[in-house]
């Protein structure tokens, strides 16, 4: 039976984005959900969920902490293949840095910086939160059944510029372009939240459990 791990590393609540991938995998018969910090669960895992929740620098530091853990995502993601979610800032961590605060290394495996959300209109405010319409760029199988127009949960104040067009799925318009989510092979990361997004990041979760790169 497929498992689907959601990683644990003390950056972010994780209550609400386990019920929700929990929802989706026994509604769709889609295998079993765990949280775990485990290194050796996560190396065991047919899928990588990695969320994060508050500053880049921080998060980046707490996986690095629990040793052995992002070795083990690495392993799985970049050598076996194995399909990974990166929520918010464990979307964000995907890139090659971070200007939060200060420069931050990322994962490096979609090139671009994550830098300052800076709109157009001066009266919009920072950080960008509430809900929003996405718009699709790319078709991609993450995005089966939702379109342009359908509604996502955003809270942040940084935002991910990719180098290359290409890994750019969809984004928002905030007086700007803002990117909602990245993909390349198989790896895909949301900016906004899935488990808050209600019926559009519901079906997103479960195109996930499903996907196969």
């Known amino acids: 039976m497929s498992l689907t791990v959601l990683v644990d590393y003390d950056s972010g609540n994780l209550h609400s984005a386990r019920k929700a991938f929990e929802r989706m995998a026994r509604e769709e018969g889609l295998g079993t959900v765990t949280v775990t910090s485990d290194p050796d669960v996560v190396a065991k895992?047919?899928?990588?969920?990695?969320?994060?929740?508050?500053?880049?620098?921080?998060?980046?530091?707490?996986?690095?902490?629990h040793t052995g853990l992002f070795e083990a995502i690495a392993d799985s993601v970049t050598r076996r293949g194995t399909p990974f979610l990166g929520?918010?800032?464990?979307?964000?961590?995907?890139?090659?840095?971070?200007?939060?605060?200060?420069?931050?290394?990322?994962?490096?495996?979609?090139?671009?910086?994550?830098?300052?959300?800076?709109?157009?209109?001066?009266?919009?405010?920072?950080?960008?939160?509430?809900?929003?319409?996405?718009?699709?760029?790319?078709?991609?199988?993450?995005?089966?059944?939702?379109?342009?127009?359908?509604?996502?949960?955003?809270?942040?104040?940084?935002?991910?510029?990719?180098?290359?067009?290409?890994?750019?799925?969809?984004?928002?318009?905030?007086a700007g372009p803002i990117t909602a989510i990245v993909g390349r092979d198989n790896i895909v990361g949301t900016q906004f939240h899935p488990e808050k997004s209600q019926a559009t990041g519901l079906r997103l979760i479960a195109n996930f459990l499903r996907w196969k790169p």
């Open 45 to 65: 895992a047919d899928r990588i969920v990695l969320p994060g929740d508050g500053a880049f620098p921080s998060c980046r530091a707490a996986l690095i902490r």
């Open 87 to 174: 929520i918010c800032i464990g979307m964000q961590m995907l890139a090659t840095r971070g200007l939060e605060f200060e420069p931050t290394e990322g994962f490096g495996w979609i090139p671009g910086e994550v830098v300052r959300i800076t709109p157009a209109d001066p009266a919009l405010k920072v950080p960008h939160m509430g809900w929003n319409d996405l718009v699709v760029d790319r078709p991609h199988a993450v995005l089966d059944g939702i379109e342009t127009g359908d509604h996502a949960y955003f809270v942040h104040s940084y935002h991910f510029n990719v180098a290359d067009p290409a890994h750019l799925l969809a984004h928002v318009d905030y």
